[in-house]
């Protein structure tokens, strides 16, 4: 695993401050690969000490080891596009590159027995809802409500805390209940899921791989702890949900 799967692998551990830093890097390879260490601060939000302390947790001797094994991940991966797409700007092809990484990342760490899951039980379910609170979390949540809609899916979004208890204690067996957070769940949120476990609901949970809803969770399917990738991990996961319902 080169530098760059490192990162994606490490953002379920690192600090807060550690993940804003990945979260640049991977977004701007070119960049990172060949700006200084107050340039790379600067841009990424963070102290300078922040940013050594991160080349470290990364097993980079310093920032300049950190450069180079950046540099050689983003050459390989230029190697992948064809040639009209080697023309591109930097920064677009750095979110090629990221976008690559993140439904690689996805793939990889999905399982096909949790789509075909969820898949029967979007079929089966008398009632699909959908938990997620935050300005963060909602939009993705809203996202995944339309897009499921066109399959005849249809979503109860809930993204309020007290409807989201009352709901929670509502749910049985024939309900299906998708809990989505891309960070920490917070405790109500957490409450709430277990409350709908309890009901006997079947819950799946879309969250970073790390997250304690996935304890509580008969499914989980990993989504990116950062919006924008979670975004395209969303609309993946419905491209293979549509495929799979349709076959």
Known sequence: MDIVGQLQEGMGRFSAQESRVAAFILENLSFTASAS???LAA?????????????RSVG???IRDLRKQLAQASERRTTWLNPDSQALPAAWRDRYDSVQQTLTHLLLHTSEQAIEKLKIRLMQARAVHCFALGAQDVPLATLLQH???????VINLCQDSSLMRMTASTLNDDHLLLVLATGPADSI??????????????IFALAPQESTLNNMA?????????????????????????DTLIA
């Open 43 to 55: 841009r990424a939000g963070v102290s300078p000490a922040t940013i050594t302390r991160f080349a």
């Open 189 to 202: 949120l957490q409450s709430a899921t277990l409350q709908a476990r309890m009901q006997g609901a079947t």
């Open 37 to 39: 260490i107050d340039e």
């Open 147 to 153: 897009q499921l809609l066109p399959m005849g899916i």
């Open 60 to 62: 980079c001797e310093d």
């Open 218 to 242: 008969a499914g989980v399917l990993p989504i990116a702890p950062q919006p924008q990738a979670a975004r395209y991990d969303l609309l993946l996961l419905v491209d293979l949900l549509n």
